[in-house]
């Protein structure tokens, strides 16, 4: 089991504890975000603030959200990162997501429904795209990857040679969840190589960043601070 909310959120949190600014945008068919993300009167679109992280949902794009915030579509998003949830061939084109310049990020695990649903949507993308696999597994085996690059054959994808793997843990799993009862982000009781590939992605984001000073951030949420 994975989530995927869940996983933006816990990088987010790790960036705004850094001292960035940070949008999630939840542009997805199921808008998870909505029921993950505590707030008072939900509209169809909407912002806001969870765990010094601001969480849009609903907009299509980013010149939406530039309206609701009340800004030109001329100007800059008043964010440091943006960091874009989409399940659907509109949310890739409408945030212009297959640009080379973005790091992009396919998040599975290895049930075959969440492998089909998810190049289903990378089979309308139409120039090549850049993508960095985020997989969710019990055990790397080389067989499943292999079985991913299958799958993919023909579609206009450039898989990055390294790949990150979240094992699928009941620990991980729980803590999660405990997580969402509360409405609040805690790193505490993740696995160490749970919080491993979180750190890694987030050195990726922040590449004049060094890793020390992630797992500083990241010590920082544990305690509560």
């Known amino acids: 089991m994975y ?9 987010a949190k790790i960036l705004t504890t850094m001292h960035k600014k940070v949008i999630v945008v939840d542009s997805t068919i199921t808008q998870k975000a909505k ?11 909407y912002i806001t603030d969870f765990e010094d992280i601001d969480v849009a949902v609903g907009f299509k794009n980013e010149n939406e959200i530039k309206n609701y915030l009340g800004i030109s579509e001329t100007e800059p998003l008043p964010y440091d990162i943006m960091l874009v949830d989409v399940d659907n061939e509109q949310g890739l084109s409408e945030f212009e997501l297959m640009s080379n310049e973005i790091k992009n990020y396919f998040v599975t695990a290895f049930d075959l429904y969440s492998l089909k649903r998810g190049l289903e949507i990378l089979s309308t993308v139409k120039t090549p795209m850049a993508l960095t696999k985020i997989l969710f597994a019990k055990e790397i085996l080389k067989e499943e ?3 991913l690059n299958f799958l993919s054959l023909g579609y206009k994808i450039m898989w990055n040679e390294y790949r990150i793997y979240f094992p699928i843990e009941n620990g991980d799993w729980s803590v999660l969840a405990e997580n969402q009862r509360v409405a609040k982000i805690k790193l505490k009781k993740l696995s160490t190589q749970y919080k491993d590939s979180l750190i890694y992605i987030v050195s990726e984001i922040l590449n004049d960043t060094s890793e020390n000073q992630i797992r500083k951030a990241v010590k920082t949420i544990e305690r509560g601070v």
């Open 3 to 11: 989530d995927k909310t869940d996983l933006i959120l816990n990088i």
């Open 35 to 45: 029921y993950v993300v505590p707030v008072i009167n939900p509209t169809v679109t």
């Open 145 to 147: 990857d292999d079985y």
